[in-house]
């Protein structure tokens, strides 16, 4: 009888914001696996790093995860294989994923690989879309209001078509492409009305006024919402 492959959403930093049902799946797998990047601490780890008890067999999966080519194919291949393996000897598998596993979750990439193949099961997760706007304090949309979710890595002219005329929008991804995103928001005059948070609920957590923000680049994990009322609640 072959194992079962989780997918736990652990969400998106604090601890304390994973699942009962998560928590429970993480404690019950014989092996956990998660997402690192080629070198150092895996982010995913840290999150769930207080509720590991040390008896379980840690799978790193080692990849560029900011890589503008990512996700890599191999890399997901060679995975899938591994952790075929485990399944395959009757082992419970738990892949931890930040945030959501299939909110831009890269657990989505090992589901489209094994989901034919062995039991698998995804718990979802507090995403950092919802994440991001608790940290505001300031609902994404209210009423028949339309949220646009955009990936700040589309070129400058999709990302101004995508935005222009959204009721309420989420621009996830920022990282390098925050300049880009700024003109943008400019040329569309909604950047005084936009906010900026980066590592919602970690301890590093900082939020303030797009147009506040002295940076020229941010980290990975940061958003950029705005509504057209100014509050979803107006």
């Avoid at 304090?137 to 339309?146: I, S």
Wanted: hydrophobic share 45%; aromatic share 6%.
């Amino acid at each position: 009888m072959t194992g079962r492959l989780y997918g736990l959403g652990i969400g998106p930093g604090d601890p304390e914001l994973i699942t009962l049902k998560a928590l429970r799946v993480l404690r019950g797998a014989a092996v956990v696996a998660y997402p690192a990047p080629e070198t150092g601490d895996s982010l995913a780890r840290r999150i769930a790093a207080p509720h590991l008890d040390g008896r379980q067999e840690e799978i790193a999966i080692r990849m560029p995860i900011h890589d503008a080519a990512f996700p890599k194919d191999d890399i997901y291949d060679g995975a899938a294989e591994n952790l075929g393996r485990q399944l395959e000897a009757g082992r419970d598998v738990a892949v931890l994923c930040e945030g959501d596993p299939f909110f831009y979750g890269s657990f989505m990439y090992l589901f489209g690989r094994m989901a034919e193949r062995y039991p698998v099961e995804v718990v979802p997760g507090v995403s950092s879309l919802t994440a991001c706007a608790a940290a505001l304090g300031a609902p994404l949309a209210a009423r028949n209001d339309v949220l646009t979710v955009v990936p700040a890595p589309l070129d400058e002219a999709a990302l101004r078509a995508r935005l222009e005329g959204a009721e309420a929008a989420a621009i996830i991804k920022v990282g390098r492409h925050l300049p880009k995103v700024r003109r943008v928001l400019r040329a569309l005059g909604v950047l005084e009305g936009a906010r900026y948070i980066e590592h919602a609920t970690m301890a590093s957590q900082r939020v303030l006024p797009l147009a506040s923000l002295p940076d020229d680049a941010a980290p990975y994990f940061s958003m950029i919402l705005l509504h057209r009322r100014g509050e979803a609640w107006s």
